[in-house]
């Protein structure tokens, strides 16, 4: 049959828009976003009665693209989990193995401090943050638009401009939503102002993330053969832990942002009535992937006390020792190592 006479009407009788995302949201999260996908797509069918539609087509795809980097980090992750956490490591990845001078052992047994760059991880992170960044910014435009904030959009002004709408119920919810969210955006992919920078800006403009990298992945297998596995970091930044900390904090953003925008919908409009039916918190997002690494300097102990601690710093020529007092707490996190198949 050929489906392109002219005159001829056609009618789509099935269409199934349900897509692969997951980004290890609870299952809660995805149904939402799934369940907006659908709304909007259904009432795009009439964009001549709904013309507000095309604003909120584009933001919910901002944090598809963000799952799907999600996804990626987290399979990175396990690799690195599997290489340094199993029994006897097996690293293939640019490291260095640091041992006690005249060591009799052998290099790969306890006790034994292990240094790893995981570049795929860390472009990966990049990425991470510019999308996160993008994200943030179209629900600021979705934002500025509906409150009609004059051109307000950036993540720390649009308090101030929102303030000023006394009186719109949707300006004082979307006020307490940032509130939310703030300690989580701020340095990381957000300044707290134009003067200051942020994480995002700083890998941007100012330098690539193996320069900003403060410490590298480090391991401590211990005398009685547990592990205690540390984070990189950028300058204050744990990486695996910021990006966990973000992927709670933006899908519950964007679901809740828009949630709150379009109860203001037409009546009868699908995107109305998902509005109508959702209800979101912000530990409903919890992730379900584990960060199986330690903050260092989250540890450390201001009276200088408790045991001294060494990780890796990576630099342009190899790694480097960096030692550290940290709280006498942080030696009960230590782990038995366990062997991840696959």
């Not at 340095?187 to 590298?216: G, V």
């Amino acid at each position: 049959m050929n489906y392109s006479e002219k005159g001829v009407r056609y009618t789509t009788y099935q269409q199934d828009i349900k897509q692969g995302i997951g980004g290890y949201m609870p299952e809660t999260g995805v149904n939402a976003l799934l369940g907006l996908f659908a709304a909007l797509n259904a009432d795009a069918v009439d964009r001549q009665n709904h013309p507000w539609i095309g604003e909120y087509l584009g933001t919910p795809h901002h944090l598809e693209g963000i799952l799907f980097t999600v996804e990626s980090i987290v399979e990175q992750l396990n690799y690195l989990q599997k290489n340094l956490l199993s029994p006897e490591p097996c690293i293939p990845f640019p490291k260095t193995i640091v041992k006690r001078e005249g060591h009799q052992e052998s290099l790969h047994s306890p006790p034994a401090l292990i240094g790893v760059s995981s570049k795929r991880l860390e472009i990966e992170a990049e990425t991470y943050l510019h999308k996160a960044f993008s994200a943030v910014e179209r629900v600021g435009q979705l934002i500025d638009s509906q409150c009609q904030l004059g051109g307000t959009y950036h993540f720390h002004r649009i308090p101030e401009r929102l303030r000023e709408r006394q009186g719109d119920v949707r300006c004082a919810e979307l006020l307490e939503l940032i509130s939310q969210v703030t300690p989580v955006f701020t340095k990381t992919i957000h300044a707290a102002s134009r003067t200051n920078h942020s994480l995002r800006n700083a890998i941007a403009h100012r330098a690539s993330s193996p320069k900003l990298m403060d410490k590298a992945f480090s391991v401590q297998w211990l005398d009685n053969g547990e592990v205690m596995a540390f984070d990189a970091e950028y300058g204050e930044f744990p990486l695996v832990g910021t990006i966990r900390d973000l992927t709670k904090a933006i899908p519950f953003f964007v679901l809740q942002a828009i949630k709150v925008m379009l109860v203001n919908a037409p009546q009868g409009s699908q995107a109305r009535a998902w509005s109508e039916g959702q209800t979101f918190n912000i530990d409903g997002f919890e992730p379900t992937w584990r960060n199986p690494f330690l903050h260092f300097s989250a540890w450390k102990d201001p009276e200088e006390k408790g045991p001294v601690i060494s990780v890796l710093r990576w630099m342009p020529g190899g790694f480097q020792t960096h030692q550290t007092s940290l709280k006498v707490e942080v030696l009960k996190l230590a782990v038995q190592p366990q062997r991840i198949e696959g």
